[in-house]
């Protein structure tokens, strides 16, 4: 099978909270494929994977253009600016020269990026990404690749639908293949444009062999029940409900051994503390805030359920795309329990590695817990299918035969497995 030449355009590069990525990235290197990475944004501070160095990832990603902050500077940049772009000046003058640098600067550089090596293929990830390319090309970019747009959650919300219509117009139009990683996200899409050339359903996975459960780091589990949370303390992800599931539970039905692990950060982290405060919780909720990769999966070691009671927001009608780290959860044993918003329910077999309880419904999350906590040996089971589950369906390796495959038929190029 020809090896491809591949360019990944993605907004942060690496960003811990997009493992799937990476995962993604070095998977395809692994096969023998040749990567270069566009980041719009300069690497994300804090904790970098250990695999980010072992595939020498920093020196194939090339950084968008940042303006300069002095002055002069500036100064200096909008006239490079300008001359670089001078057929587009009406543009300029309608919107306003700020603006015009702001949406149009980046664009430049991946311009360059994109012109000064041949690729094969350009994977972007995320609609947002996709646009870009898909309005240079649109703009007369000459190009001999072919084009892939990943749309992953955070890029098509309900509630922008008419505006993605025409924001994404192009993407639609000069797309090979688009993924999404749900049925949910699918339907979304499809709301966006009906009809899309090769449209492939590839959620976003995970490298199973990192996340086996470590029997020699279990917890003495006569002490407590252990629920663990892990997302972003936002809305849709519904933090709050799991500490009102965690309050029936204890103040209600009188389960004092009950104990959750909260992990993540977000806009409603003082409302959450607020909640736990409320109910008297302190010594049944703890609040870990955002952990590395190996932290979280320690926390899974040692929890009994993994939680995440999403719902659909009113305003924006975002739910959850797909969560990976139900997928996660599943891979280190755990029973899940997630609500029906979005698509975090195509993410497990109902009644066989976890529950799919109906949104809201925070007495039902409950009883649900109960029956776990009663029942040890059906946990135990719903553990081993559910990474039984995970290692079939959404291994890395696994999907990256899914998109390998999506390549040669893009191509026209005859696949082969490896």
Known sequence: ???????????????????????????IIDRGHVVKIFSFNTKKTGVIHKTVADYELIQKTTYGISRPDSIVGKLLWYIYFIVRNFSTLPLIRVNGLRQAVNNLSLSLALEDFLNNSEFDIVHAHFGQRGAVVADLIAKGLKRKFKFVTSFHGYDLIPSLTEQYKVGYK?????SDAITVNSKYLEGILLNVFPAPKKLLLLPE????GQ????????????????LVFCGRLVKFKAPGLAVQIVNILVNNRNQKHVRLQLIGNGPLREEVGHLIEKFGLKNHVLMLGALSQEEVILQMNNADIFILPGIQETETGRAEAQGLVIQEAQAMELPVLVS?????????????????????????????????????????AMG????????????????????????????????TLG
């Open 205 to 208: 996975g995970l490298k199973t």
């Open 384 to 415: 081993q299918k559910g990474r039984e589950f995970i290692v079939n369906n959404f291994d890395t390796t696994v999907l990256g035969d899914k998109l390998v495959k999506l390549y040669a038929d893009i191509t026209n190029e005859v696949h």
């Open 170 to 174: 192009n993407i639609f139009s000069f």
């Open 1 to 27: 099978m020809k090896k491809y030449k591949i360019a990944f355009v993605v907004n942060h590069f690496p960003s811990v909270s997009e493992t799937f990525i990476l995962n993604q990235i070095t998977d």
């Open 340 to 380: 029906t918003a979005g698509g975090m329910k195509y993410g497990l077999i109902d009644g066989i590695t976890g529950f799919v309880v109906n949104e809201d419904h925070l007495e039902e999350f409950a009883d649900k817990i109960e029956l776990l906590m009663s029942d040890t040996e059906l946990a135990r």
């Open 211 to 226: 996340y086996e459960k470590k029997r020699s780091l279990l917890r003495d589990r006569h002490s407590d029940f252990r």
